[in-house]
């Protein structure tokens, strides 16, 4: 079974400083991986995700993503954050299971942003 | 463009009463449908998930039951709620195969009391 981990439970960084999240996966063939952001009390919104080819994925909100499967790792990466990218941040793959696709969460970084 | 419903946002619920949250989804037919609940600090628990209509599945045993009673309609319930029911449940479709991942909705916070 696949199996995702996050191991920062919590990151802080200053405003403008660049910042990178990181995500470990566990999966036996090729994976599909996500990163979901999540606002407080608000839902889960899609920022990237990675199927095939090109191993450096450009998302929404000026993040990317770097797959790289000798390291089985999906991290996240943004130059320079802003205050309004404190929130949850969410890594998945996803593979098919009982009849259907599901996606498989880790437990998430919460960012802090120091004005 | 599809879209994703979800209500009430939030709901203060005695132990021991009964819970109904509806999600819908528009837009789109034949989604696969998900419950999630996520706890504080615990991340996101898959509780059930639906590939159509009167097909559930169920991934973690518990106090609640889901139906899917429409193509794009799916109901979490519970007959009687318990302290541990507490948390936000949210929703979520997703086309057949993951290409576009999953949609979520916006939420349920649900505390029991």
């Known amino acids: 079974a696949q199996s995702v981990t996050q191991p920062d439970i919590h990151i802080t960084v200053s405003e403008g400083a660049s910042l990178e999240l990181r995500c470990n996966y566990s999966?036996?063939?090729?994976?599909?991986l996500f990163w979901y952001v999540q606002s407080p009390g608000q839902g889960l919104q899609l920022l990237l995700k990675?199927?095939?080819?090109?191993?450096l994925v450009q998302g929404i909100k000026g993040f990317e993503a770097e797959f790289k499967r000798s390291q089985s790792s999906f991290n996240l990466r943004k130059p320079s954050v802003h205050w309004s990218d404190a929130a949850e941040y969410f890594c998945?793959?996803?593979?098919?299971?009982?009849?259907?696709?599901?996606?498989?969460f880790g437990k998430g970084t919460k960012l802090s942003v120091i004005p | 463009s599809q879209t994703i419903h979800q209500w009430p946002a939030t709901l203060v619920q005695p132990v021991g009463s009964p819970l109904s949250l509806e999600c819908t989804v528009e837009g789109t037919s034949n989604p696969n449908l998900y419950w999630y609940r996520q706890a504080a600090g615990r991340g996101l628990q898959l509780l059930f998930y639906s590939v159509g209509i009167g097909q559930i599945s169920s991934e973690v045993p518990q106090n609640l039951s889901a139906s899917r009673p429409q193509d794009r309609q799916f109901i979490l319930s519970s007959k009687k709620l318990l302290l541990s029911d507490s948390g936000f449940y949210l929703c979520?479709?997703?086309?057949?195969?993951?290409?576009?991942?999953?949609?979520f909705g916006s939420g349920t916070r649900l505390t029991v009391v």
């Open positions: 999966y036996g063939a090729t994976p599909y």
């Open positions: 979520a479709w997703s086309a057949q195969g993951l290409l576009y991942g999953y949609t």
């Open positions: 990675y199927f095939s080819g090109d191993t």
């Open positions: 998945a793959v996803g593979a098919l299971g009982a009849g259907s696709y599901q996606l498989t």
